[in-house]
């Protein structure tokens, strides 16, 4: 068949119909080769298909040249990279940019980029954007925010995970549903304030009620010990339980001094971490709401259940010290005593559960997950002191096995569980914690996510140990 700007050619002349053949030949492949430098020219015009280069040219137009070094070159920017590129990234490591107008500044510009180019995003699935810094949508509605104390439900129905108090979206004309990072910001004492990445506020007045708070409890704690002492069983009645370790392994007497040894190396290598630590107020602010708690529910269980002595080398019989003062009397000097029998204090009746164990072991935990993976040798000792310690209690014949085995089980259940929700974040403003852990909700409510592992030297001098830790 002839092509279309043939048809109407005459008959007359072979040669012409073969010229004209010819020509049109040129101009289909002609239009052909404009319709791939177009398709081409397009392509290259695409955002993602830029180059550093390309922009770099970019960062110059929009104003910001000082940044050319840090992104094209360093970090090697390309046009897919700049599609992607959040608030967060440039607040974050390792860009880490640190003026604060600059960094709104080009997240607007970076907005505008990715709105004008919203087909290539959705093409590459970036589109919606995971993470909306900025705010709202460019040329979205315009909404009101209202703090609600309720747990926000999203369009699906789950629960919005959020850190900090939900805030509820609401339109003129209906409650509507908007991406989650928008929703999880936090509200601290009436103020509004977005979560800093890399940034973890030390709080120091929540560490110091923390404080207040292990400090009451021990004393309580050393009071519920002297209540106890006067109600000791009377061995003759009761005899020691049955044990299947105590009766089975001999008693070192020497043992539980070798207990509070191990101890206390534990207590020092925490105290040097905690000394080293950058983020050590919230360190100590978790040791003390952990310790405190596990001690308050070690006083419900000594006031509620009193064991017989568990052997027969404990001179222990019911002791009564007369009025209120007298008791108190004691109970500071439990108290001032550390409850330690390296001190001097000798108590009875405090059984369930070991609060030796109890100390050991959350000692253990902290120095472990507070210190880098990578120091095997620290992590090692830490253990074998803490198991040591155990089966030195064990040998000395002080506690019954069931005191250890549930200290050991509801401290080291206690820490997992704080841990866990406080680095993921998933329950600290929900009604849930509020009500079951309210506690946790109010010393972790700004703590946004792990407790990074930073050290450095918190005084001036020696100037060689600054440089050396940092």
Request: charged share 15%; with cysteine; glycine share 6%.
């Amino acid at each position: 068949m002839l092509p279309s700007c043939l048809r109407h050619v005459g008959h007359d002349s072979i040669l012409g119909v073969e010229k004209l053949a010819d020509s049109c030949s040129e101009t289909s492949s002609s239009t052909v080769t404009l319709g791939l430098l177009s398709r081409m020219s397009e392509l290259d015009d695409r955002v993602s298909a830029w180059s550093s280069n390309r922009v770099a040219q970019w960062l110059q137009v929009e104003g910001f040249g000082q940044y050319v070094g840090l992104l094209c070159t360093q970090h090697r920017i390309d046009g897919l990279s700049l599609l992607a590129l959040t608030e967060a990234d440039l607040r974050g490591p390792p860009l880490s940019l640190t003026v604060l107008g600059d960094i709104k500044r080009l997240t607007v510009a970076l907005r505008r980029l990715q709105m004008e180019n919203k087909p290539e995003l959705e093409e590459l699935g970036l589109w919606p954007l995971d993470s909306l810094s900025a705010g709202l949508e460019l040329g979205a509605p315009r909404a009101e925010w209202s703090c609600d104390g309720a747990e926000r439900r999203g369009c699906n129905g789950a629960d919005h995970l959020c850190n900090g108090p939900v805030l509820r979206l609401r339109n003129s004309s209906s409650l509507g549903c908007v991406p989650r990072a928008v929703l999880c910001q936090t509200h601290s004492n009436g103020r509004f304030q977005q979560p800093m990445a890399g940034r973890l506020d030390p709080e120091v007045w929540k560490t110091v009620i923390s404080s207040i708070y292990v400090f009451l409890v021990c004393g309580l704690t050393s009071f519920v010990m002297v209540v106890v002492h006067e109600r000791v069983p009377d061995m003759r009645t009761y005899p020691p339980l049955p044990d299947i370790f105590l009766d089975s392994v001999p008693r070192i007497p020497w043992a539980f001094v070798m207990a509070e040894a191990c101890g206390l190396i534990l207590c020092y290598m925490f105290l040097l971490i905690l000394l080293l630590h950058k983020h050590r107020s919230i360190l100590l602010r978790r040791l003390c709401s952990l310790m405190g708690t596990v001690f308050l529910l070690r006083c419900c269980t000594m006031f509620v259940t009193s064991l017989s002595v568990p052997g027969q080398h404990l001179k222990c019989a019911s002791l009564s010290y007369g009025d209120t003062w007298a008791k108190i009397q004691r109970a500071m000097a439990i108290w001032s005593g550390f409850g330690m029998t390296l001190t001097g204090v000798q108590t009875c009746g405090d059984y369930m559960f070991s609060g030796h164990t109890v100390v050991i072991t959350l000692l253990n935990f902290f120095v472990t997950e507070y210190t880098p993976r990578n120091w095997n040798l620290i992590h090692t000792i830490s253990w074998v002191l803490n198991l040591f310690g155990i089966f030195f209690i064990l040998a000395a014949h002080e506690h019954y096995s069931i005191d250890v085995f549930i200290a050991f089980y509801i401290t080291t259940r206690l820490f997992l569980y704080y841990h866990t929700l406080a680095n993921t974040r998933a329950y600290q403003h929900s009604r849930r914690a509020r009500i079951w852990f309210p506690m946790f909700s109010f010393f972790e409510c700004n703590v946004n996510g792990p407790v990074p592992n930073q050290y450095h030297w918190p005084f001036d001098k020696p100037a060689f140990m600054k440089t050396l830790i940092g």
